[in-house]
């Protein structure tokens, strides 16, 4: 079949009328400070489902409360919340569209903790940021059910799939880098233990044909941060653990040394190319790619099978219906309401 933006595509039970994801991008918007989303939410991702977007990824969604960043995001770490969450996956499905949610913990990040939690007794850089409380053995074990929790209530709500949360500077990506674990019991010999725990707890919470996605930064950019071959070794290990789908991004372990992040459209697609060959699995690239040609482009070269736009999406929540009419592919699905406006 020709690999094409507006091709239909498939991984285990989860079918995409497209191949357009809507990257998970952190709206700071929960007024009344409890995880709960509300009308902001609501509005967001409705919009865009109806704006013609696959797959809708919701933002980052911790797993307790002192794991979010600030105290405006998401959370799922109570039964309470899935009738708010469920609102909003109903309307989406209601609008043709897919949907799931990044699972998280900030760790190390989390900003309006009292005292955050990490692998190890690292601060990340930045006068905002407290130096964080190791976790102990019995604490990870308990995080680990925390990330299986969150997941058995994303299914209760109707998520068609989960995305954990294993990039950017995160818990997991903490536990799985050599600049943020020094720790020297099994979870630090072993850096991708942590994350595989979670991915196999997680998966026993998902139905058997409900594919898991896992966002992972393919390199570090500070100073003595890993490179792709130790996330393609990540990779594998997760792999097997249950990861069906990679969501590939890039760096924010830190500030940036010798090795800067690009800042060109495309820069992270090589990276989703490495894992994607040596590994045979589907991938998402990401980063700057809303120039409709050129994520068109990403499909047809087999670069990746998905492509997440972010920016472009906030500024367009209609970017898909207009990528489809500049690429004149297949139906636009212009909602019948706005039809006259495209005449």
């Known amino acids: ?100 949610i990044q699972i998280a913990h900030a760790g190390r990040k989390a900003e309006d903790a009292g005292v955050p939690v990490a692998p190890s007794a690292i601060a990340f850089p930045g006068s905002r940021y407290r130096k964080p409380r190791v976790l102990t053995k019995d604490e990870i074990e308990r995080t680990v059910q925390l990330f299986a929790d969150a997941a058995r209530r994303a299914v209760q709500a109707g998520v068609d799939t989960i995305e954990l949360h294993g990039a950017h500077g995160y818990l997991i990506h903490q536990f799985q880098s050599p600049l943020t674990n020094m720790r020297d019991d099994e979870y630090g010999k072993d850096l991708a233990r942590f994350g595989v725990q979670v991915i196999q707890a997680v998966k026993k919470e998902m139905p058997a044909d409900m594919p898991l996605f896992f966002r992972i930064s393919a390199v570090e950019y500070a100073d003595n941060g890993y490179d792709i071959d130790h996330a393609i070794r990540l990779c594998e290990a997760y792999r097997d653990a249950g990861v069906d789908v990679f969501h590939v991004s890039s760096g924010g372990e830190g500030p940036p040394g010798q090795r800067k992040p690009g800042n060109y459209p495309g820069y992270q697609v090589p990276f989703a190319r490495s894992i994607k060959e040596a590994l045979n699995v589907p991938v998402v690239a990401v980063g700057m790619l809303e120039d409709p040609s050129l994520a068109d482009a990403v499909i047809g ?41 495209y005449l």
Request: aromatic share 8%; proline share 4%; glycine share 10%.
């Open 1 to 100: 079949m020709d690999q094409r933006l507006f091709s239909s595509y498939q991984v285990k039970g989860l079918q995409l009328k497209n191949r357009i994801v809507m990257a998970p991008m952190l709206q700071n918007s929960v007024i009344t400070k409890d995880g709960k989303p509300g009308e902001w939410h609501y509005v967001h991702y409705l919009s865009r489902a109806i704006g013609g977007a696959g797959l809708i990824m919701m933002e980052m969604t911790d797993v307790e409360p002192d794991g979010r960043i600030s105290d405006d995001d998401l959370g799922l770490w109570s039964d309470e919340h899935i009738p708010y969450f469920a609102k909003i996956i109903d309307g989406v499905h209601s609008h043709g569209a897919k949907i799931g």
């Open 301 to 341: 070269n087999g670069d990746a099978d998905l492509v997440a736009i972010a920016r472009g999406m906030l500024r367009d929540p209609y970017w898909a219906t207009h990528a489809a009419i500049a690429l004149k592919q297949g139906q636009t699905n212009i909602p019948k309401q706005y039809e006259r406006a």
